[in-house]
């Protein structure tokens, strides 16, 4: 197969199904390769791009969101198109795209959470914090969503950046949110909420929190806010001094959670209250709803590959809250007919490419990137050199002489396909419409946009 950069046609035809960050950096790096000369459709099934940069950046974080001028770019490519509000597995599934496709990468992401697997999680009141992030960021799919902020404790259980997000946007004075592209139905919500306190529960020490230093720091900054860290909670057992020494983030986070404990007491405003060796045993309820928190004290144990894992003390303690946030992890889910890793979940595979099943052969013109290849882990950024090991596999496969020959690759076939059943697809240029239209919205606010939160809306506005 001739797939040299000069010639009329680019020859390889890609596919990328999840517009979010692992799909634009595979679609960069494709592009970028040297002697390959690619087309690619990149599919999201919501009609916006940009995946967690639109839906799980908290709004206050807007200069994270600057990477889309990026992904822009790479969307403005001659050989780039976008389909938008198209589902895999329901629109288009897998024999389709390999039908149209020489290499197909799935770059869906982790679509659900982890559970915490205690009594009371289904309780009303009890949340994933990924839902309540998708819902303050007007994800189409949780607009409707609502989080009971009647009572002045809620209580967010985890250790990583997602619980600091949530939990500093608990905290922050509405006027703040005000400003950002936060959902209009979830500052309204926040400025009528009664949370006086928020609990951030870490199963594990100080010395182990999955947060990193800018977003821990940021926590002191809040105005009108009490971060309270008990003192004693950072005085470390031997293993964890070890463990903290050799790792720069976790030596900084110590010094800024002594600097958060050594601040006198709290005046007026709200608490955030950073508990440490603390674990959720049970969610109580009253009719059905939130009203405590059983909690356990922790020990650390070192097992013998060095981990500091947290053990029961059995000394039991209980939190009143009407807000459970469980902040423990995204999870990936199966996507309909592509292999799955149902104790990792995620899509079984080698470097980015493919394996059929746990261990199994590599398939064939399959390949993953982000976190469905690698699990829930990193920043937005992570994703770049993640990428370039996925599109280094693919330029291998084409290059060893093993890539496919799609059955039908002439790129106006997806569109007739699409268009025969009636998928209302849309384009970047629809969206770039409604871009326009939320920022328009904005600068009468004096904010970076106002998120459209229906898809039936989106598409009024895209024309479609
Ligand atoms: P994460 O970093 O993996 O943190 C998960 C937390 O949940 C850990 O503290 C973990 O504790 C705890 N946990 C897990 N199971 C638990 C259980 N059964 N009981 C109590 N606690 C439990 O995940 P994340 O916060 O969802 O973030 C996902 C990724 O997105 C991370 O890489 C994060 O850095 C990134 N992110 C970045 C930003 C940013 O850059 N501003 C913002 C949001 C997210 P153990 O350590 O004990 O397992």
């Known amino acids: 197969m001739s797939i040299r950069r000069g010639t009329e046609e680019p020859s390889l035809r890609v596919a990328v199904v999840g517009a979010g960050p692992a799909g634009f950096f595979t679609a960069d790096a494709l592009l970028r390769a040297p002697d390959v000369a690619c087309s690619i459709d990149v599919f999201d099934r919501l009609p916006t791009p940009y995946g967690l940069v639109r839906e799980g950046v908290a709004p206050d974080h807007a200069s994270i969101k600057k990477v889309t001028t990026k992904f822009d770019r790479i969307a403005a490519e001659p050989n780039v198109r976008y389909f938008g509000n198209v589902t895999f597995g329901l629109d288009i599934n897998r024999a389709e795209l390999l039908r149209h496709y020489h290499q197909v990468v799935y770059a869906t992401g982790a679509q659900s ?59 922050t004075d509405p006027d703040v949110l005000a ?95 950073l508990r440490f060796l603390a674990s959720p045993v049970e969610i109580l309820g009253n009719d059905g709803r939130v009203r405590a928190l059983r909690v356990e004290r922790n020990r650390l144990v070192e097992t013998a590959g060095g981990y500091m894992r947290s053990e029961g003390s059995g000394e039991f303690s209980t939190l009143d809250a009407g807000l459970v946030l469980r902040s423990v992890g995204y999870r990936g889910v199966p996507l309909p007919e592509v292999p799955f890793d149902s104790d990792r979940h995620l899509i079984p595979n080698e470097a980015g490419r493919v394996r059929d099943g746990p261990g199994g052969p590599v398939v064939p013109g399959e390949f993953v990137a982000g976190w469905i290849k690698r699990g829930p882990s990193g920043v937005i950024g992570t994703n770049k050199p993640d990428a370039v090991e996925t599109v280094a596999a693919m330029l291998d496969e084409v290059t060893g ?55 039936e809306r989106m598409l009024e506005i895209m024309g479609r």
Do not use: C
């Not at 009141?125 to 007007?138: K, M």
């Not at 100080?206 to 809040?222: D, I, M, S, Y």
């Not at 020494?245 to 002594?258: F, G, K, Q």
């Not at 799609?406 to 059943?421: F, H, Q, T």
């Open 113 to 171: 959470d982890r559970r915490l697997g205690i009594p009371g999680e289904e309780l009303d009141g009890s949340h994933p914090a990924t839902e309540f992030v998708a819902w303050y960021n007007g994800h189409p799919d949780f607009a409707d969503r609502s989080f009971d902020l009647s009572h002045e404790r809620a209580i967010v259980v985890g250790n990583g950046n997602v619980a600091v997000d949530v939990a500093r946007i608990l905290v």
């Open 179 to 273: 400003v950002t592209d936060i959902a209009d139905h979830a500052l309204d919500a926040l400025r009528g909420s009664q949370v006086q306190e928020v609990v951030m529960l870490g199963r594990r020490g100080p010395a182990q929190g999955k947060f990193t230093n800018v977003e821990l720091k940021e926590l002191g900054r809040l105005s009108g806010v009490h971060v309270v860290v008990d003192e004693a909670d950072l005085e470390l057992d031997p293993a964890s001094a070890a463990e903290a020494e050799r790792s720069r983030v976790a030596t900084r986070n110590l010094e800024i959670l002594r600097e958060l404990a050594g601040r006198g007491p709290a005046g007026s405003g709200r608490s955030l209250v």
């Open 401 to 455: 002489g093993d890539a496919r020959e799609p059955a039908s690759p002439d790129p106006s076939a997806i569109v007739a396909l699409l268009e025969s059943r009636g998928v209302r697809y849309v384009t970047f240029d629809d969206w770039r419409k409604l871009d326009e239209f939320e920022t328009m919205r904005g600068d009468e606010q004096g904010r970076p946009r106002v998120k459209i939160v229906q898809v």
